[in-house]
Structures are given as structure tokens and as C-alpha cells.
């Protein structure tokens, strides 16, 4: 009999998963929609410049960016960008390629991830922190419209 009543409550509880996250689940609505597109970006770390050129790129909601990394720098740098979940080291005059979906709209730094001194450009003391670059990202929504 006890096994009969532990297959009826594993039964109810399995309907009454089904049924919940049928009410309560991620509707196919709210999932992020992606474009198709593939774009391809390549930026570079210039060289004894703690910039990242170019500063800034597009990007429309849901596009596979394949991002390609070029470190012209004598030492490592690194790249992330937070918001995407991309985290990694690009070694002395080295590149790296990285693939990831932007997924929501908005403006998204990238920065260097690995500490990397500082200096002066053109009388400038510039460093590390300045190292920081834009994801500016538009609503897919507002491509379709």
C-alpha cells in the first residue's frame, strides 16, 4: 500500500510542476530574441597608450559578436565585459578571439582586466583605469518597428 501512495505523490507532484511552470515560466515572449547576424569587431590595445581603439563600436540586440582581440602592448592586458560574461587575457603582442550574444540593450563597458601600469601620452599621464572602451547596444525592438 506505502508503495502506491509514494507513486500517487510523486504523480501529483510531477503534475503539479508541469502545471506551474506552465503558469509561472519564462513565456517564449520574454526570452531574448537574437537578430541571426553575426557582426565581427576587432579592437586593439594600442601600444604604450592604455586605450583601446576603437573606444566604442554598435551592436543590435540578440547579434553574435565575434570579437577579436589585438594586444600591441609588450606586456599582457586583458578584456571583459561584464554584462556578457567575457573575461580574458590577451599576452604581450598576442591576440585573442572571443564569441558571445549580446543580449539586452544599453551601453556596456569593456575594460582591461589585467593591471598594466601606467605612463604619459602626449604630456598625458594616462594608465590602467582609463583603459575603457563602449558596447552601445540597440533594442531589437526598436530595429523591427
Given at each position: 500500500?506505502?508503495?502506491?501512495?509514494?507513486?500517487?505523490?510523486?504523480?501529483?507532484?510531477?503534475?503539479?510542476?508541469?502545471?506551474?511552470?506552465?503558469?509561472?515560466?519564462?513565456?517564449?515572449?520574454?526570452?531574448?530574441?537574437?537578430?541571426?547576424?553575426?557582426?565581427?569587431?576587432?579592437?586593439?590595445?594600442?601600444?604604450?597608450?592604455?586605450?583601446?581603439e576603437?573606444e566604442?563600436?554598435?551592436?543590435?540586440?540578440?547579434?553574435?559578436?565575434?570579437?577579436t582581440?589585438?594586444?600591441?602592448d609588450?606586456?599582457?592586458?586583458?578584456?571583459?565585459?561584464d554584462?556578457?560574461?567575457?573575461?580574458q587575457?590577451?599576452?604581450?603582442n598576442?591576440?585573442?578571439?572571443?564569441?558571445?550574444?549580446?543580449?539586452?540593450?544599453?551601453?556596456?563597458?569593456?575594460?582591461?582586466?589585467?593591471?598594466?601600469?601606467?605612463?604619459?601620452?602626449?604630456?598625458?599621464?594616462?594608465?590602467?583605469?582609463?583603459?575603457?572602451?563602449?558596447?552601445?547596444?540597440?533594442?531589437?525592438?526598436?530595429?523591427?518597428?
Amino acid at each position: 500500500m506505502n508503495k502506491y501512495l509514494i507513486i500517487l505523490i510523486i504523480g501529483v507532484l510531477l503534475i503539479g510542476g508541469g502545471v506551474s511552470y506552465k503558469i509561472f515560466g519564462v513565456k517564449e515572449s520574454d526570452r531574448p530574441q537574437t537578430t541571426g547576424k553575426v557582426r565581427e569587431v576587432t579592437i586593439r590595445a594600442l601600444k604604450n597608450n592604455w586605450t583601446w581603439e576603437p573606444e566604442s563600436f554598435e551592436a543590435i540586440q540578440g547579434d553574435k559578436i565575434i570579437l577579436t582581440v589585438i594586444n600591441e602592448d609588450d606586456y599582457d592586458h586583458g578584456i571583459a565585459i561584464d554584462a556578457f560574461g567575457v573575461s580574458q587575457r590577451i599576452p604581450a603582442n598576442g591576440r585573442i578571439v572571443v564569441e558571445f550574444v549580446v543580449t539586452q540593450p544599453g551601453e556596456f563597458p569593456y575594460y582591461c582586466s589585467v593591471p598594466c601600469g601606467e605612463g604619459e601620452v602626449e604630456g598625458v599621464k594616462r594608465g590602467h583605469f582609463d583603459q575603457v572602451g563602449t558596447i552601445r547596444v540597440k533594442s531589437l525592438i526598436s530595429q523591427t518597428q
